[in-house]
Every structure is written in C-alpha cells, then in structure tokens.
C-alpha cells in the first residue's frame, strides 16, 4: 500500500506541475529480484482510484511492466537467470555472477491530460 500511495504522490505532483489535471494512465517497472509483488500493488492501485487519491479518476489504468531476473557470469561471460541475488555460475560454477536486470521498480511513465 505505502510503494502505490508514494507512486501515486510523485506522479500526481508531477502531472500538476506539467499543467495536467488528471493522469490517464501510469506504467511502473517491477523487477523479479525488487522484492515488490505485483499484484498487491495493483490491488492498492484499484483501492486508491476508488477513492480517487491525487489526481486518479476510475478510468486510470495501471501498467505493470515485469522485468525479468538476469545475470552474468564474470568470468565465463555465461548469461543465466538466477533464483537470488547471489548466483553460481551454472556453466563454471563460479560466484561471480553479477545481476543485469530484475532488480528494478520504477515509474516508467505516465499519461496525463488538461481536461477532466
């Protein structure tokens, strides 16, 4: 509830900033490893649309982008999808796997209008 409530602050305040007075829809990146679980926050969204927080109405659609986990043996160049931040190299065996992707929750955009 809190990441969705902050979510909806920032774009909110946002939007206003950029003239607009109401947000259509907003996209967020969620990554497998960022610990944050989709569906709760699209179940926070819908509440505070329902309850039209910032400058939400209930046609406001969110996208959630996910982001597959993938990281990158450092010393075999070996590309594998890891269970945890902290990967073996399945190809060499080795713990120097660094995380490429999956660990991102952001904003990626949002849409927004003059009108209401």
Do not use: W
Not at 26 to 42: K, R, W
Not at 93 to 115: K, Q
């Amino acid at each position: 509830m809190s990441l969705m409530l902050e979510i909806i602050k920032i774009v909110s305040e946002d939007a206003r900033l950029h003239g607009f007075r109401k947000v259509n829809k907003i996209d967020v990146i969620v990554g497998d490893l960022s610990n944050v679980l989709p569906d709760a926050l699209e179940l926070a969204f819908f509440h505070f649309r329902k309850q039209g927080l910032g400058i939400l109405d209930e046609n406001t659609e969110l996208e959630i982008i996910c982001e597959a986990a993938k990281a990158k043996c450092q010393t075999c160049l070996f590309e594998s999808i890891p269970d945890y931040r902290l990967a073996l190299c399945p190809k060499c065996g080795l713990p120097n796997c660094l995380i490429i992707s999956g660990e991102t929750f952001r904003v990626e955009s949002y849409e927004g209008c003059d009108e209401i």
